[in-house]
């Protein structure tokens, strides 16, 4: 609820930040459903960008229907008639879409979420869930895993559920789906894994609507609502990559998608020649070709 900050209503039908109410609206909106009311640019932080009657490199009018993807602000209502706004950009109010990649950040709250879009997800979960008993799945550095001791209000805190991630989980071994259960409150999935050693853990993502490929599944039911979690090991994954992600190590050589799997997200930067530099955390950064294969790394400060 950090986000969400208290507007009233001016005369004209405006609305202007309700300074009276606080900084930001009480937690006991927590969980409430309320009403959307509007959607308008935002205008703080320089974010207003273009404006009508510029023009762009080639001399043409630009006007604000030509923003792609801008910020705006979302102005609701609760039940009891607390106004509150809340800053986005549109395709995250569209796809809720959210790429992190600092390692504090774990990718699963979520900044805006339709009614709508959870019952229509809520729909497709019933249907499908228990055909998802007994299946295999894979984990890889960013999935994200917790003890089985693992309590509802520990998934909704991010503090205790930071708390609660395990990553000593071996990457790319299979883990059974042995139980699942959907949160409509939160439109979320939790799942309990068996490695085969016996040992369960938890796992905890979202049915998606967009494209499942590019996180390396397919675009079944599955392949949708198992988050970070892979349906199988890639088949264009060598020998050699699996075992370095196995033991969360790179090599000279290895590709870019096996170090995501073996590190992480992390930040890209352009880094000479066409390659790329991939950099985790303040001291450790790796250095890719143009062909995206790993050429070195180093670790500094330490």
Known sequence: MGAWQPVKMAKDGSFKDDYDAGAFISLKYKDQTPKVLAIRENTVGGMKTPTEGKTNAFGETITDSDIVNPFVEVIVQFDDGQQAKFASIVS????????????????????????STRDAHAEIVKKNLQGAISQKVYAVHSSLLFGSDLSPDDL??????????????????????VAAKYIKRYDSIVWKLQLDSGREVIGASRYRDEDANANGNDNSFLGRSIGTLLLKVPSDLTAPEIAAIS???????????????????TTENDYGKGGKQLVYGDTQFVYLDNEGKVTDWQSVGN
């Open 92 to 115: 995250l109010i569209v796809d809720r879409s959210v790429t992190r990649v600092a390692r504090e950040t774990d990718c699963w709250d979520m900044e805006f979420m339709l009614v």
């Open 156 to 177: 909704t805190n991010f503090s205790r559920r930071i708390e609660k991630r395990v990553e000593d989980v071996p990457l790319l071994s299979p883990m059974t789906i």
């Open 247 to 265: 033991a969360r190590k790179i090599f000279r050589g290895m590709s870019r998608r096996a170090v995501i799997y073996s590190w992480g997200m």
